[in-house]
């Protein structure tokens, strides 16, 4: 618990962009996997991006891949999110997760072991 704190959420019209960002306040293992999740209200909880510490393997959803990029600063032990050409469908809490032992950069929630309290996010229009 405790584990990742998210920020950069905020307000922005659409078009715009934002960069979240996902800390983690201890030891980060090469086995460790980061992903960033979203849900707007009324809807699951969807997949965004993933990333493995190790080697930087990266996975977007689909939709998304052309405007959302994820990266890593591992003197910072921190992943970012960064959000191009924002939508109004964008609209929503990102969270940030790790998985402690990835294999295959998970797209689902139950992938992951430890979660942040998220970040809101909200374009408008």
């Known amino acids: 618990q405790g584990q990742l704190v998210e920020s950069g959420g905020g307000l922005v019209q659409a078009g715009g962009s934002l960069r979240l960002a996902c800390t983690a306040s201890k030891y980060i293992f090469s086995t460790y996997a980061f992903g960033w999740f979203r849900q707007a209200p009324g809807k699951e909880r969807e997949f965004v991006a993933a990333?493995?510490?190790?080697?930087?393997?990266?996975r977007y959803a689909a939709s998304l891949k052309d405007r959302f990029a994820i990266s890593k600063d591992n003197a910072k032990n921190t992943v970012y999110l960064q959000m191009n050409n924002l939508k109004l469908d964008d609209t929503a809490i990102y969270y940030c997760?790790?998985?402690?032992?990835?294999?295959?950069?998970?797209?689902?929630?139950?992938?992951?072991?430890?979660w942040g309290q998220g970040t809101q996010v909200t374009v408008s229009s």
């Open positions: 990333l493995g510490w190790s080697g930087g393997y990266t």
């Open positions: 997760a790790i998985d402690t032992n990835w294999i295959d950069l998970g797209t689902s929630v139950g992938d992951y072991d430890y």
